[in-house]
């Protein structure tokens, strides 16, 4: 992987799986790091499962910006911005700008002619796979 990082031009099937280690990266640092808990309730009341969903973006503390904001994407395949002001410590919500599904958005192809896979296709293999771990763990 660290090859392709570093390589200047690369075809569809290496952009691919470039694309596809970001996410897994990305998605495996917040399921186990765990988001802040008001974001935690926040996707509770929405009944969004966050042991089974992945996070695709997650920015904090942005200059001009909220304090939290990011994408995710539902077991159900299902993808929700959100865009809220926490706490400094990061426990208490102080106000919520936007919980938005976003779905529409997103093309979810496995074949385009010159980018191969897109990015909401991959993001849902990477979620599955997760997943599919997760359960294989339990069992």
Request: net charge neutral; proline share 1%; aromatic share 10%.
């Amino acid at each position: 992987m660290e090859e392709l990082k570093l390589k200047r031009q690369l075809n569809v099937n290496e952009q691919i799986l470039l694309k596809k280690h970001y996410i897994i990266e990305k998605a495996k640092f917040w399921r186990e790091k765990g988001l802040p808990e008001p974001i935690k309730s926040l996707l509770k009341e929405y009944r969004i499962n966050t042991d089974t969903c992945i996070v695709l973006q997650y920015d904090q503390d942005l200059i001009w910006g909220s304090t939290d904001e990011g994408l995710l994407l539902t077991e159900e395949g299902r993808f929700y911005e959100f865009d809220a002001d926490l706490t400094k410590d990061k426990s208490k919500l102080i106000e919520l700008y936007s919980f938005i599904e976003v779905t529409a958005q997103y093309s979810i192809k496995d074949k385009v002619k010159g980018c191969g896979k897109t990015e909401g296709f991959i993001a849902m293999e990477v979620l599955k796979e997760l997943n599919s771990n997760k359960r294989k763990e339990i069992v």
